[in-house]
Structure formats: C-alpha cells, structure tokens
C-alpha cells in the first residue's frame, strides 16, 4: 500500500525543530513505513538546506518550495493579522500557500498513491481531488471547526473526502454534530507519541533537592493560558518558595479566529486584553525603534512576573532532545489552556516520561488526563483552583509518584504512534477493500 500524507505550508516536520502537527505527520509515517510506502509532503521553505526530495527513516519526503505570490500572500496576511482582527482562519483559508496545494496536486498523480492523507489543511482537497479521483482521501482535524470557516465552504470539501477523522472524541462529536451527511465517516484517532523518546529511567534525572520543578510545554500564545498559570504560580510560591517553572514553547500569538469560535462572546471577552492590537508599539518595533517584544503576549507575560523572575524562565523554542530531558528532570506538568484543546500532545508526553499533570478540563484533555489517577483536571481560566491542585501534588510526594507511573502505563499503552499507524492501517485497508469491490 502506497499512503502520502500532505502537511500544512506553515508545518515544519522534521526533527528537532518540530510544529505540533509535523511532529504527528513523522511520528505516524515513521511507524507506517514499517509496512507501506509512505511519501510525506510539505513546504521546503521550512526545511532549511534539506534537499528536495529525501528519505529518512524509510519516509520519502518531497518538499515542495514555495512561489512568490504565495510567500507575499502569506506576509500581506501576517502583517495585517499584527494590526486588525481577520475572521478566516489560515488553517483552512483557500489564501494560504494555494500553489503549493496545486503543485502537491500535480505531483500525487505522479506518485499513484493508493491513500492521500491530508493534516488539517482541507482547502487543498478540490484540486488534490480533481486531479487524483481514484485515490481515498482522509482528511485528519487537529482542532475544531469554528463558524468563521462558512459552513458551506467546509461542507463542499467535506462530502469530496472518504473519511474524516479526528485527534478526540471532542473534536469528532462536533464535526458530526455541524455535518451530520460525514457522521458515518468521521472517527477518532488519537494523537501519541514515540515510545523510544521515553524509553529512559526517570530515577537518572530526579535528584533530591529542595527544588520542585513545575514545567509547561506548548505554545506561549494567549489561548493556552500562561497568564493564569502565572497568577497560580505566585500562590504557590507563598508555601513552596523553592518551586522553579519553566516556560518551553513557540513565543507568538495565535491567531483569535484559529484558536476560538468568533460567536462565542463569553470568551473573547476573556482573552480580549491579551489579544489587544498595540499599533504603537508594534509599529515601532518593526521599525526598529523599541523593543522586539512590545506589544506583545510574552512581553506581557515578562512585566507580570517580573516580581517572580527569578524563579521563571521563558525559554523559547528548544531542540527535541533538551525538552525530553525537561519532561524526564518535571516534578509537576501544568497545562492550563483557556479555548477548547483539540487534542494536547504536550501532556501525554509528560506522562510517558512520568510526570502527574495538572491541566484544564478543557475540549480532549479529560480524554488523556485521568482526574486523580494520572492528574488533576481543574476548571479553566481558574487560577486558584490551579494553585490549589499544584500544591495538592507538590506537597506529597507519594502520591505524585504513584500518580506518575499510572500516567507513564497509560500514556505508553494507549497514546503511542505504533498503535495509532496500526489503527490507520486498518482503515486504509477497509477504505481501499471497498474500493476494489466497488472495480470489481
């Protein structure tokens, strides 16, 4: 069997520095390569000096370099995003990257796959469509689908695909419930990760010390909640002063319409302040004339706890290998997202390397994160109930440890890319059985 995936222009899929998405792409490929013919694209303008084409890890990946006209479409779209509030997401806005989708297109004719794997970037189905019409499309929602999207315009690339699944239940019971004629063809496929990433003994990292380590991994943007950890971690510190947070992540925001439904008023009200458009500062900055970081959500971030600054660290983007070690070296794994989290790989990570979560019960995490087994699950946008639920786990150590290996037997039994490429391939092969029954 011959199984292409198609990432989104804005992935970058190869390690170290992987995007969320791109990570799923390799973890899944990586697996499935063990038995199929797998061809994964995306753009090669993320990729540095990777060739064109290459291979690695029994994946053939075909980079496709971008065109002008999509590189200034992109930077038109980014600036104005700096400025004023856009209402299509770029996820799925036929504006993004158009010719790479066109030529990812041309190329699968080439190619003859038998199953054509589309991550979240459903605007690119018509033309993979029209140009490939015996191939199966699947096409794989990371996150939900808001209003803002047109319905009309998701529906008509919806009933071109042969099935559509989701990373969690909550992401697949809404699709089904906003597009009921894709209900019987709309399942889940959770997220995982690389058993071989956590394969080490915890024991070589956690020394005694009067130090706890709470650690945060994901993208520091307003939607994942950072300042509400921020305002919890300063409770904290009144009963644990040797308590150190590190902050791991992507620093930039978001887009709103990527990250919450531009009808849900409750919650823009909430985010608006960190969402705020500070023409001054960010023109100047782009000018050169102030700091880099005016204006924005990190910038906040750093004046709120500057009070703290000792005992936090913003650390950026990390290669791979140094946020394993930080996941292996965590006490505590904090992960407080305000908007609806699609799937959350972030915290099944730091459960497989042992670490008791505390997160929002927020979209999928009560499908990965077992309250009082694995982690706590407190309300979102809840900063006491954080501080709360940090103290519960920081103040025992017993029960974090317990809670820990029943986080590391869960997430390396059920949330693994071996058992997610074993899943796909059995839907590959039913969608493509149908189809020879159907030639017959």
Sequence with gaps: MKIAFVNQPIDTILPPYQTSVGACTYGVAKALARSCEVVVYGLQDRHGTV???????????????????????????????????????????HWTFPSFGRKVAEDLQQQKCDVIHLQHCSQYVPVIRALNPRAKLVLHLHAEWFSQNGSSVLERRLRQVDLVTAVSDFVRDKVRRSFPFVANRCETTYNGVDSDDFSRNRTEFIRPSPIKRILYSGAVSPHKG???????????????????????????????????????????????????????????????????????????????????????????????????????????????????????????????????????????????????????????????????????????????????????????????????????????????????????
């Design 51 to 93: 060739d064109e084409t290459s291979s690695l890890d029994g994946i053939h990946f075909r980079f496709i370099p971008s065109e002008r006209s999509d590189r200034l479409l992109w930077s038109i779209r980014s600036q104005m995003s700096t400025f004023v509030r856009l209402h299509s997401p770029a996820s799925s806005s």
């Design 226 to 440: 950072i300042h509400v950890l921020l305002e919890a971690f300063k409770v904290v510190l009144k009963r644990h002063p040797h308590t150190q947070l590190d902050i791991v992540g992507f620093q930039g925001n978001y887009g709103i319409e990527e990250t919450f439904d531009l009808k849900d008023t409750e919650s823009l009200k909430a985010v608006k302040p960190y969402y705020a458009k500070h023409y001054v500062s960010r023109l100047k900055a782009k000018a050169g004339l102030g700091p880099a970081e005016a204006g924005t959500y990190i910038a906040y971030l750093k004046e709120r706890a500057a009070d703290i600054s000792d005992r936090v660290a913003f650390l950026g983007f990390v290669p791979r290998p140094e946020l394993l070690d930080r996941y292996f070296s965590a006490h505590v794994f904090a992960f407080p997202p305000i908007w609806d989290e699609g799937f959350g790989i972030p915290p099944v990570e730091a459960m497989a390397a042992g670490v008791p979560v505390v997160a929002s019960r927020s979209g999928a995490l009560p499908e990965t994160v077992q309250h009082k087994h694995t982690g706590l699950l407190v309300p979102r946008n809840d900063s006491s109930a954080l501080a709360e639920a940090l103290l519960e786990l920081l103040g025992d150590d017993a029960r974090r440890e317990s809670m820990g290996l029943a986080a590391r037997q869960r997430a390396l039994t059920t949330f693994t890319w071996q058992n997610v490429a074993r899943d796909m391939r059995a839907r590959y092969d039913v969608l493509c059985e149908r189809t020879s029954a159907v030639d017959a």
